[in-house]
């Protein structure tokens, strides 16, 4: 799981610089399945008063910068009902 690592060693840059409370992989990569021209599933919590617009986009970049792929930035109260719980039981957090 090199994209957890990597992930894992920015995360205090993204908890400081975007607000976010928590984040973590799900999907392909997080089942160890991605492809050449998978995108990364990411889930993330922002803390209390942080998620605003600009925060948002600027972790997307961010994200799609240090990856170097397209990143399908998700939050927990976005997540469509049908698909929340496979979603939390595969989430991989850094």
């Known amino acids: 799981m090199e994209s ?3 992930l ?3 995360v205090e840059v993204i ?3 975007f607000g976010v409370k928590r984040i973590g992989i799900f999907g392909s ?3 160890g399945e991605e492809k050449e021209d998978s995108d990364l599933d990411v889930l993330v919590v922002f803390e209390e ?3 605003t617009f600009d925060n948002y986009m600027d972790l997307k970049f961010y994200l ?3 990856f170097g792929r397209e990143v399908d930035l998700v939050t927990e109260k976005a997540l469509r009902p049908q698909l929340e719980d496979i979603i939390m039981k595969e989430v991989v957090y850094a």
Do not use: P, V
Request: net charge positive; aromatic share 6%.
């Open 8 to 10: 894992k060693s920015h």
């Open 49 to 51: 008063g942080q998620k």
């Open 15 to 17: 908890h400081q610089k």
């Open 4 to 6: 957890l690592n990597i």
């Open 64 to 66: 799609e910068d240090l």
């Open 29 to 31: 990569f997080a089942r």
